[in-house]
């Protein structure tokens, strides 16, 4: 595995958790990212700066970042730095950023087969396959983060989020969602359990729906994977779990 340093300037309690949260998931991969502290004895390998911290001019001048990608993030973008995010920060944008420049290219063989006669192709390219996206409803901002992290993980990077069951069928009637990851304690009437409902026995049916709930029945234990009932999962989600669940899409 390799292990990259991340030195964080700034940022309140709440983006801090949140990053720490994905630095923890990276782990789980072959490229895993490391909050950066002098205690390491070696150099950090990229700094993120919150502008809005006292500090934040003072560390992106210092000598010591001279040469280091900087990640800049606040209201106005420092044309300095080698990238500028604007708040409200989407950690998984910024990790997949980083990926670009620290994972390892993956091992291709190439032959060379030169043929003249078929030298020249003129077909048009093969379509793409169409990028999935997913719907995470939940009241809870900190849980919406975690998910949309194990999405990532499985290659899931397209995701809208509501927190409450009307705006989560709201985005369902606009929008085509290849699996929803719905919190059955949504606010609302009948909350998650009304919106399941309609999500599964509806024309807004989506293909994949799992639940999570502080407590399971023994009816749901039991449940199949993906067949026409939703999975149903115990909080505090498996992390194991819900990424086998979602890589199956």
């Known amino acids: 595995m390799q ?3 991340v030195k964080v300037v700034g940022f309140s309690d709440v983006e801090r958790h949140a990053l720490n949260t994905l630095f923890r998931l990276s782990e789980e991969r072959e490229t895993g990212y490391a909050l950066w502290t002098p205690d390491w004895g070696i150099d950090a390998q990229i ?3 919150d502008s809005e911290s006292h500090e934040a001019l003072v560390e992106f001048e210092s000598p010591s ?3 280091m990608k900087t990640v800049w993030v606040g209201a106005q973008p420092n044309p300095q730095a080698w990238r500028s995010f604007s708040r409200p920060i989407d950690w998984p944008a910024v990790i997949s950023l980083m990926d670009q420049v620290f994972m390892p290219p993956p091992d291709i063989a190439v032959e ?3 043929d003249f006669e078929d030298a020249q192709d003129t077909r048009p390219p093969e379509p793409g396959e169409p990028v999935k996206r997913a719907l ?5 901002r900190a849980e919406r983060l975690y998910i949309r992290a194990r999405m990532s993980l499985a290659d899931l990077t397209q995701a809208d989020e509501a927190e409450t069951a009307a705006d989560a069928l709201e985005l369902a009637r606009n929008n085509r969602y290849e699996v929803a990851v719905i919190d059955y304690g949504l606010p609302g ?3 998650g359990y009304e919106l399941v409902r309609q999500l599964t026995r509806t024309e807004q049916r989506i ?3 799992i639940v999570t709930k502080d407590k399971l029945s023994t009816a749901e234990k039991v449940g199949g994977l ?3 009932e939703p999975v149903v999962l115990e909080k505090p989600v498996h992390p194991l779990k819900l990424t086998a669940l979602l890589s199956r899409v």
């Open 3 to 5: 292990r990259v340093f």
């Open 47 to 49: 700094t993120l700066i």
């Open 65 to 67: 970042n001279e040469g």
């Open 112 to 114: 060379l087969d030169f």
């Open 136 to 140: 995470i409803a939940n009241a809870d």
């Open 189 to 191: 009437a009948k909350g």
């Open 207 to 209: 293909p994949h729906v």
């Open 226 to 228: 993906f067949g026409r």
